[in-house]
């Protein structure tokens, strides 16, 4: 008896598996992005020293880093990367963007960038205007997906007027992309 019901429900699972059809069913989506003009900047070092080397009285220099990455739109489209001394050096004797001890004294920079235009010349820092450090046209964008480097090389007079001290400032970059 047990081995006819043993066959039985052999042959029951056989059947049923046997006619079991397979079904197969699909969909599809239509998938939609809408690709946007965007800019982000990243400070790679944020301090950066002036010193004077070489002979005495040589201009302080210093440099500083960034990565950025920009996309403009493919009409009309443009973005920029400029700086500004939001804080200025301060203290008695202390150098100044804002107003130096003698006419003459300034805190120039130059540019690299990967990317885009970087300003071609040495570029005088101010505390009440924003000053290029690169610009893009329209359907500018990054060369690499990680961010492209740049850099801003600084160049403050060394005036025999300034006082010993250490004194510090800062310079707010600002990326944009329309």
């Not at 961010?147 to 990326?175: C, E, H, M, R």
Request: glycine share 10%; aromatic share 6%; net charge neutral.
């Amino acid at each position: 008896m047990k081995k006819t019901l043993l066959a039985a429900v052999v042959l029951l699972l056989s059947a049923s598996l046997a006619g079991a059809a397979t079904v197969t069913a699909t969909g599809t989506t239509t998938l939609s992005v809408t690709v946007q003009n965007e800019a982000s900047i990243t400070i790679t070092n944020g301090s950066t020293t002036l010193a004077a080397t070489g002979t005495v009285f040589n201009p302080y220099t210093g440099t500083t880093n960034f990565t950025y990455k920009i996309r403009t739109s493919q009409t009309g489209g443009s973005g920029s990367i400029v700086l500004q001394v939001t804080t200025d050096f301060s203290g008695t004797g202390s150098p100044s963007v804002g107003t130096p001890p003698n006419t003459g004294d300034a805190l120039t920079y130059t540019c690299t960038t990967a990317s885009g235009t970087a300003c071609s010349s040495a570029i005088t820092a101010s505390t009440t205007a924003q000053t290029n450090v690169a610009t893009f046209g329209t359907d500018g964008h990054s060369v690499s997906t990680s961010g492209d480097a740049g850099s801003v090389a600084w160049s403050l007079t060394n005036d025999p007027k300034y006082k010993t001290g250490t004194y510090t400032a800062t310079a707010t970059f600002t990326i944009s992309a329309t």
